[in-house]
C-alpha cells in the first residue's frame, strides 16, 4: 500500500513570509497528489492537487510542486495570513484496486503569526 | 458546487446506544464514499470505502460487524456505529467522489461528526 509521510508537523512563520510543507510518497504508481487545508474541528478543504503530467501547479498564493523521480511533492504557500492557519494534509492514492482511496500524511500544523 | 452534507454534526449518547451517521452529496451523483475516523491533533483514517449498491470494503483491523455501512442510492450512505462503547468517541467524516471520470478526481469531504459515548 502507499505510504505518506509528511513533514514538519508544526509550522511557524511570521505573516508574510513563505511555508513549505514537504511529504514523499512510496508508490511509483501514484498519479495524483491533492492537499487538504483543516480548520480547527472543520471539514478538510481542498486547496489544491496536482497530476504526475505536470511538475508544477499554481493558484494565486499558493502553489505545488511534484518531483516523480525522487517521490515527494511539496506546498509553498507565500505572503502568508493569519487565516492561513491550520493543519495541513497531504494525500496520495493507493494504486491497487479501483476506489484509489487516499492515505493521508500525518498534518502540518501552520501558525502564521501576526 | 461539490457539497457534501453530513448529519448529525454532533452526539453525545449513553454507553450501549447504536448512532447513525447520514453522509449525502448534494449536488452531485456519488458511486463511492468514504468514511474515516479522526482522533484529535491526528490524521484523517480510513475506515472503509462505501460503494453504492454492493458491500462496503473495510480497512484492516476495523470492524464491519460494529461500523454497518449502507450506500443505497448514489447520493446518500450511512454509517451506524453498534453498541457505542465510550472508545469509539471521535470524530467521523465521510467523504465522496463525483461519479464517472478518472479515478482521480478529487474527494469532497461533509463536516464532520463528534462522537462521545458517556
Known amino acids: 500500500g502507499e505510504n505518506v509521510e509528511q513533514h514538519p508537523s508544526t509550522l511557524s512563520v511570521q505573516e508574510g513570509d513563505s511555508a513549505v510543507i514537504k511529504c514523499t510518497y512510496s508508490?511509483?504508481?501514484?498519479?495524483?497528489f491533492p492537499w487538504y487545508k483543516q480548520e480547527l474541528g472543520k471539514r478538510p478543504q481542498l486547496i489544491i492537487d496536482i497530476r504526475s503530467n505536470v511538475g508544477e501547479k499554481k493558484d494565486q498564493r499558493i502553489a505545488v510542486t511534484l518531483n516523480k523521480t525522487a517521490k515527494h511533492f511539496s506546498l509553498h504557500i507565500t505572503e502568508t495570513q493569519p487565516e492561513d492557519s491550520a493543519v495541513y494534509f497531504c494525500?496520495?492514492?493507493?494504486?491497487?484496486?479501483?476506489?484509489?482511496?487516499?492515505?493521508f500524511g500525518s498534518g502540518t500544523q501552520l501558525t502564521v503569526l501576526p | 458546487g461539490a457539497v457534501v452534507s453530513q448529519h448529525p454534526s454532533w452526539v453525545i449518547c449513553k454507553s450501549g446506544t447504536s448512532v447513525k451517521i447520514e453522509c449525502r452529496s448534494l449536488d452531485f451523483q456519488a458511486t463511492t464514499m468514504f468514511w474515516y475516523r479522526q482522533f484529535p491533533k491526528q490524521s484523517l483514517m480510513l475506515m472503509a470505502t462505501s460503494n453504492e449498491g454492493s458491500k462496503a470494503t473495510y480497512e484492516q483491523g476495523v470492524e464491519k460487524d460494529k461500523f454497518l455501512i449502507n450506500h443505497a442510492s448514489l447520493t446518500l450512505s450511512t454509517l451506524t456505529v453498534t453498541s457505542a462503547h465510550p472508545e469509539d468517541s471521535s470524530f467521523y467524516i465521510c467523504?465522496?467522489?463525483?461519479?464517472?471520470?478518472?479515478?482521480?478526481?478529487?474527494?469532497?469531504f461533509g463536516d464532520g461528526t463528534r462522537l462521545s459515548i458517556l
Open positions: 467523504s465522496a467522489r463525483l461519479r464517472g471520470g478518472t479515478s482521480n478526481q478529487p474527494q469532497h
Open positions: 508508490d511509483s504508481a501514484s498519479n495524483y
Open positions: 494525500a496520495a492514492p493507493r494504486t491497487s484496486g479501483s476506489a484509489r482511496q487516499l492515505t
